[in-house]
């Protein structure tokens, strides 16, 4: 268990819908990031938030959305959902913004399945 | 926009025997992360590097960095089917968010008896 919690784990949804992905960051950790993993583009970075405000944005969607609340969890807002969003989405923390030899902590992933 | 690329992305070896795994990048970087992913698993960091010249070791995994190339390998020694498993390299642009990371494609390895 590496310390951050993503749930749910697997989700199966129609095109046009609209799926919450939830995380919560290792403890004490400030930094929140999301990742997109797909078979076409590989690990994509989407968003990071920290201490509840966003600091980079990657290549997300405008149908996608983000937030950090002020507990430090995080959630990932889907919509208008396609068959290419179909993907393995990773929420990663660090206790800093910056500093390199801090490494990302990973959680599972949530599975998102769009028939 | 950095772009890494890793080669090979698909990799069969028999047990013992040794490779490397390469990951190029095209702009300046100031980290390099190697990361292990098993199937369907979440990625586990392996090593960090920070400087030119710079080499990790963890068992039969060794890692390094050349700055000046925009180079990172890692060397697989003797290898054994625990290590079977997608190898990922990341870089993070001079600069920016630790978490900004830009990733290869992935090394899958595969290591027979």
């Known amino acids: 268990d590496s310390g951050v919690t993503q749930t749910p784990k697997h989700l199966i949804t129609a095109t046009g819908q609209r799926v919450t992905l939830r995380c919560s960051p290792r403890?004490?950790?400030?930094?929140v990031y999301w990742y997109q993993q797909s078979l076409d583009q590989g690990l994509q970075f989407l968003i990071q938030?920290?201490?509840?405000?966003?600091?980079a944005k990657g290549n997300i969607l405008e149908r996608f959305s983000a937030q950090q609340f002020p507990d430090l969890h995080s959630e990932l807002n889907l919509s208008s959902l396609e068959l290419g969003d179909s993907a393995l989405y990773f929420c990663a923390s660090s206790p800093r913004q910056y500093s390199g030899a801090n490494v990302l902590t990973f959680g599972a992933g949530s599975r998102l399945t769009v028939l | 926009e950095l772009k890494v690329e890793q080669n090979p992305l698909f990799l069969s070896m028999q047990e013992g025997k040794n490779y490397t795994i390469y990951c190029n990048y095209s702009?300046?970087?100031?980290?390099l992360y190697w990361y292990r992913q098993d199937p369907g698993k979440s990625l586990e960091s392996l090593f960090v590097?920070?400087?030119?010249?710079a080499v990790k070791q963890e068992g039969r995994l060794m890692a390094s960095l050349d700055t000046k190339a925009r180079l990172s390998t890692l060397h697989i020694t003797a290898a054994v089917h625990d290590l079977s498993a997608t190898y990922f390299c990341?870089?993070?642009?001079?600069?920016?968010?630790?978490?900004?990371?830009?990733f290869g494609r992935g090394t899958q390895l595969t290591v027979w008896p």
């Open positions: 938030y920290y201490n509840g405000e966003e600091r």
């Open positions: 590097l920070l400087s030119n010249g």
């Open positions: 702009t300046t970087s100031d980290r």
């Open positions: 403890s004490g950790d400030l930094s």
């Open positions: 990341a870089v993070g642009a001079r600069g920016s968010t630790l978490g900004r990371l830009y």
